[in-house]
């Protein structure tokens, strides 16, 4: 590229309305087929696993607290996530969703991006069986 054509571009862009978005402080609309961070619905799975098996990231984890009693937990491993949405595909009890909404999930910590899933009573139960020391997780399958 030749100076003249650099300095006429330059002059050019001066003029221009810039392509960049002031994001985070002004958000576009996203289309609402985004896939976001995975949404699971307790109350629909079968504790199955296909989708963990499916799950090309291992990005998945169910919890069986109690299988006759299908309550389960499940461990979403956000940033190994590839945001496939094979698992979505796989579940056919449709459990398992992508959302449009939440999808901001820049964090400065790795805590954020393990979520848990489930009736808030069976998370408790997992994290207090899990905090026991020199417990391993007894009811991960
Ligand atoms: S595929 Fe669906 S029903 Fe089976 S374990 Fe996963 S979420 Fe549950
Ligand atoms: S979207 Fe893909 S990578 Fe993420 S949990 Fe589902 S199958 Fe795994």
Avoid at 31 to 45: E, F, I, M, T, Y
Avoid at 96 to 111: I, L, N, R, V, Y
Wanted: net charge neutral.
């Amino acid at each position: 590229m030749s100076v003249g054509t650099m300095i006429g571009d330059l002059i050019r862009s001066l003029f221009k309305k810039p392509v960049t978005e002031l994001y985070p402080y002004v958000k576009t609309e996203v289309p609402s087929r985004l896939r976001g961070k995975l949404v699971w619905d307790p109350a629909q799975c079968a504790g199955c696993q296909l989708c963990i098996k499916d799950c090309p990231s291992n990005a998945i984890e169910l919890i069986v607290i109690d299988k006759v009693n299908k309550r389960f937990v499940m461990r979403y491993h956000a940033d190994r996530c590839t945001y496939c949405a094979q698992c979505v595909q796989s579940c056919r009890f449709k459990c398992m969703g992508m959302s449009s909404e939440d999808w901001e999930m820049a964090a400065t910590q790795k805590q954020p991006f393990e979520v848990y899933y489930g009736k808030e009573e069976d998370i408790a139960l997992f994290m207090e069986q899990a905090a026991k020391p020199g417990t391993e997780e007894p009811c991960k399958e």
